[in-house]
């Protein structure tokens, strides 16, 4: 069994003053990892601020003989993304890893949400992974290696109702993480996303008995792997849970072709164009394309 260490890399992740993030902080600094606890240390639905759990996380990590350093910048600007991955490199001198963790809840039926809701949640969440990785980025690319694990969600993936915003700015994280994943390859850069079922403040009212089980620190183990060196996969979407870890994949149907299509024949064969038997899990759009070529050129497969 592969020993998973982090010794002498240095790991920015963020909205870790609490829940999933501060799990994933201790995780990374008990295997030798040097850290950047980044929080804003807002409510759950963002608001306000507070340095004091990035710097408890921190002191925390520090007192255990690990290395740490607090950073309080939010995400939700290209200022604030940058000053993080500053952080870093002040105290550290470089950057390895990014573990995107930061995020908000601004739940609300979709006809009654606002603008604001659904700019604020996009910001944290998409656009935070954009704003903190892409400085990041530029460095991993320089020394040619670097890990990235963005949190997206089975809101995003699955749809949940009253998160249009919330899943919306989750299945945007997938495809980040995808093309990420695909220019990343040539320099050693390797980009993967969760989904993860978790207790925490964002979560507690929502799983009933059933929350004792979900401990967020059985995501980390999960975090580790995707952010170590032992880590072959890139672009891949996994679903952690309670002690259990589960692949979340995008499949393409063989489906119906018909070189001379109308919408009488898509109603004919709806059943055959959703038939998920003999289904390709392609790795980009290439592969997609790959299948079109070949059944307009040769007929179906």
């Known amino acids: 069994m592969t020993d998973i260490g982090f010794d002498g890399r240095v790991a920015i992740i963020t909205g870790a003053g609490g829940g999933l993030g501060r799990e994933h902080a ?24 507070d340095a004091g759990p990035a710097q408890r996380v921190a002191q925390e ?16 600007t290209a200022e604030g993304g940058k000053a993080v991955v500053q952080t ?19 739940d609300k039926s979709f006809h009654n949400l606002t603008p604001e809701m ?34 997206s969600s089975n809101s995003g ?9 919330y899943g919306a700015a989750k299945m945007g994280l997938v495809g980040f993480t995808r093309v990420v994943a695909i220019e990343g390859r040539r320099n050693g850069i390797k980009a993967n996303a969760i989904a993860p079922v978790a207790l925490t403040r964002m979560t507690e009212d929502l799983f009933g008995a059933a929350g004792d089980a979900l401990d967020p620190k059985l995501v980390s183990p999960l975090v580790a792997y995707l952010a170590s060196e032992a880590c072959e996969v890139s672009g891949e979407v996994y679903s952690a849970a309670g002690g259990i870890i589960s692949r979340f994949f995008i499949g393409l149907t063989p489906g119906y072709y018909n070189p001379n299509l109308t919408a009488e024949d898509v109603a004919a064969n709806w059943n055959l164009i959703r038939d998920e038997e003999g289904y390709i899990v392609p790795d980009d759009s290439s592969g997609e394309i790959s299948k079109i070529v070949r059944t307009v050129m040769g007929g179906n497969d």
């Open 118 to 151: 659904i700019e604020a949640v996009i910001d944290v969440h998409l656009l935070g992974a954009f704003y903190v990785t892409q400085p990041a980025y530029l460095v991993m690319k320089e020394k040619g290696y670097g890990r990235i694990v963005s949190t």
């Open 88 to 106: 870093a490199l002040d105290a550290f001198g470089t950057v390895d890893i990014v573990v995107n963790n930061a995020g908000i809840l601004r």
């Open 26 to 49: 201790l995780e990374l600094a008990r295997r030798g990892a040097r850290i950047v606890v980044n929080d804003l240390g807002g409510s759950v639905g963002g608001d306000g601020g």
């Open 61 to 76: 990590i520090n007192d255990l003989g690990g290395e740490a350093v607090a950073d309080t910048n939010s995400v939700a």
């Open 157 to 165: 993936v699955l749809g949940n109702f009253g998160q249009a915003n």
